[in-house]
Nanobody, 123 residues
């Protein structure tokens, strides 16, 4: 059974950093593009970043470009989202999701999802 598990969320002050991890079990993550999405209370799910199965292609939403970096270690079956210069508006539940290449920022295109990890940016 294909499973994705996010970790690394927490409470951080504005300007701080967090690194989220998306680990796969039951399948080889390297065969899939991975997207990171977030959803704040009362808002729609938003695409944050995505990466191709090889890691050779990445994409970011305008709201995080220059602050977030997506990467993957297929040997470790894990994808990362390094989040720097965090802002209160980054507060949300963050999800990773998997699909066949290419990576996309549209959540409707992803069939496999993790359970999410909470990120709270507050002083």
């Amino acid at each position: 059974q294909l499973q994705l598990v996010e970790s690394g969320g927490g409470l951080v002050q504005p300007g701080g950093s967090l690194r989220l991890s998306c680990a796969a079990s039951g399948f080889t993550l390297g065969y899939y593009a991975i997207g990171w999405f977030r959803q704040a209370p009362g808002k729609e799910r938003e695409g944050v970043s995505c990466i191709s199965s090889s890691g050779g292609s990445t994409n970011y939403s305008d709201s995080v470009k220059g602050r977030f970096t997506i990467s993957r270690d297929n040997a470790e079956n894990t994808v990362y989202l390094q989040m720097n210069s965090l802002k209160p508006e980054d507060t949300a539940v963050y999800y990773c999701a998997a699909r066949q290449d290419p990576g996309l920022l549209r959540h409707e295109e992803y069939p496999y999802w993790g359970q999410g990890t909470q990120v709270t940016v507050s002083s």
